[in-house]
């Protein structure tokens, strides 16, 4: 199981971090990777990236100079911090996992099949 | 990176059948067998429906289905049921080494 932990509102050019906790299995399990994924209010899933073997990691392009994922395996957790964030930032934040394949070209993501239930994050001015 | 592009919405009967589709290009969905559909009911996390285009994870209804043909996915559910009332996403992998959704398709059970 995935269960996201992290402020619920913070200012805007704040940082956000976000840990998730995994419980039921070790985040140092071979061939799964750990990524996060962002729901504004009423609208769709944005995927914001994934971090594979503890280290290597793919970003959204339009977050990639803001973010970081990291993984703790002392604690079980990965970690997502969003720097300079603003309202736009507001929304349900989701870690979730999966599978991955690794060949010559790279990591290549299957679909999350495991989420946490997403916690809330509001950016005010 | 775009969204890939699925109808905002979608109805029909119980019994019936109804198809949602999710348009990409040749960069993402054409390139890629790695799409998948999610099923997210109002409050709730996404749960996976299929992986890998065509498959189902252990305990989802055989009534859902996928398909690919170019740059275009389908999700097709048989047998309309109340409870297949909710939001899908479609997914897929691609060659950016990034991970693209759709913009989400409400499916309505009159």
């Known amino acids: 199981q995935l269960q996201e932990s992290g402020p619920g509102r913070l200012k805007s050019s704040e940082t956000l971090s976000l840990m998730c906790s995994v419980s039921?299995?070790?985040?140092?399990?071979?061939?799964?990777?750990w990524g996060w994924i962002r729901q504004p209010p009423g609208k769709g899933l944005e995927w914001i990236g994934n971090?594979?073997?503890?280290?290597?990691?793919h970003y959204n392009p339009s977050l990639k100079s803001r973010v970081t994922i990291d993984v703790d395996t002392s604690k079980n957790q990965f970690s997502l911090t969003l720097s300079s964030v603003t309202a736009a930032d507001t929304a349900v934040y989701y870690c979730?996992?999966?599978?991955?394949?690794?060949?010559?070209?790279?990591?290549?993501?299957?679909?999350?099949?495991?989420w946490g239930q997403g916690t809330t994050v509001t950016v005010s001015s | 990176q775009s969204a890939l592009t699925q109808p905002a919405s979608v109805s029909g009967s119980p019994g019936q059948s109804i198809t949602i589709s999710c348009t990409g290009t040749?960069?993402?969905?054409?390139?890629?067998?790695?799409v998948s559909w999610y099923q997210q009911y109002p409050g709730q996390a996404p749960k996976l429906m299929l992986f890998?285009?065509?498959n189902r994870p252990s305990g989802v209804s055989f009534r859902f289905s996928g398909s690919k043909s170019g740059n275009t996915a389908s999700l097709t559910i048989s047998g309309l049921q109340a409870e297949d009332e909710a939001d899908y996403y479609c997914?897929?992998?691609?060659?950016?080494?990034?991970?693209?959704f759709g913009g989400g398709t409400k499916l309505t059970v009159l």
């Open positions: 979730a996992t999966g599978g991955y394949y690794l060949d010559s070209t790279g990591y290549s993501p299957d679909a999350f099949d495991m």
């Open positions: 039921g299995g070790s985040i140092s399990s071979e061939n799964y990777y």
């Open positions: 971090i594979y073997d503890r280290r290597s990691t």
């Open positions: 040749s960069s993402d969905i054409g390139n890629y067998n790695l």
């Open positions: 890998d285009v065509s």
């Open positions: 997914s897929s992998f691609t060659s950016s080494t990034t991970v693209v």
